[in-house]
């Protein structure tokens, strides 16, 4: 169980940083491109004899610019997918704002409570939103409707979309281990993050945590 759920943390992890790798590549290709052409246009006027030379590779790069009009769509659609896998990946780290000010200040009792129950709501919402896009999401695969800028490439909005009721699901299943933790006194709030706690307690049984 350990092993499969450290496949999925670093399997997270990794679309995480693939997301934000692609984002970043495709940004500096585009506005590369954009802003190298000019450089040999301008060497181009200013040595005649390599004048032809210079020219043809600025029309090449001016090319290829003006042919990633998709960059900006698929950069929207990386990020899109970034936010949705990173609300199941905050709700693990505890990455989300803190609203418990005032919880910390009751018993354990009274916080696990709490916990539980808006542990509960949070499943309420997420179900809500999943159920509501699947219907969402089957709506645009059966309309077939293709993406901006990218439907040259059979890319469809429904394809986008998908990762909508993907990270409800996982988002899902964060708050599902979360109740489990509550419910069988684990922990006493929300998130995962105090497992790094008790990773050090098992590892140095003998000494105190801090």
């Known amino acids: 169980m350990q092993?499969?759920?450290?496949?999925?943390?670093?399997?997270?992890?990794?679309?995480?940083?693939?997301?934000?790798?692609?984002?970043?590549?495709?940004?500096?290709?585009?506005?590369?491109?954009?802003?190298?052409?000019t450089l040999f246009y301008a060497l181009s006027d200013?040595?005649?004899?390599?004048?032809?030379?210079?020219?043809?590779i600025g029309d090449h790069l001016m090319g290829y610019a003006q042919g990633m009009t998709w960059s900006v769509a698929l950069t929207k659609a990386l990020f899109g997918w970034l936010i949705f896998f990173g609300i199941a990946y905050g709700v693990r780290t505890a990455g989300h704002l803190g609203v418990d000010v005032l919880v910390r200040k009751t018993s354990r009792p009274v916080q696990r409570l709490l916990s539980l129950l808006a542990c509960a709501c949070c499943l309420a919402y997420a179900g809500l939103f999943l159920v509501a896009s699947c219907k969402w999401v089957a709506a645009l695969l059966a309309a077939g409707i293709g993406a901006e800028?990218?439907?040259?490439?059979?890319?469809?909005?429904?394809?986008?979309?998908?990762?909508?009721?993907?990270?409800?699901?996982?988002?899902?299943?964060?708050?599902?281990?979360?109740?489990?933790?509550?419910?069988?006194?684990?922990?006493?709030g929300l998130g995962l993050a105090d497992e790094a706690a008790e990773a050090t307690k098992l590892a140095n049984p003998g000494e105190e945590p801090r």
């Open 3 to 37: 092993t499969l759920r450290r496949a999925w943390e670093h399997l997270e992890e990794g679309m995480i940083a693939f997301l934000l790798a692609a984002m970043t590549l495709v940004t500096f290709t585009y506005v590369a491109l954009n802003n190298i052409y």
């Open 46 to 56: 200013r040595w005649a004899p390599t004048s032809d030379f210079f020219g043809a």
């Open 149 to 188: 800028d990218l439907d040259r490439y059979g890319i469809k909005v429904g394809y986008i979309t998908l990762i909508v009721p993907v990270g409800f699901a996982l988002v899902i299943a964060r708050y599902l281990e979360i109740f489990y933790r509550l419910f069988t006194g684990r922990q006493t």
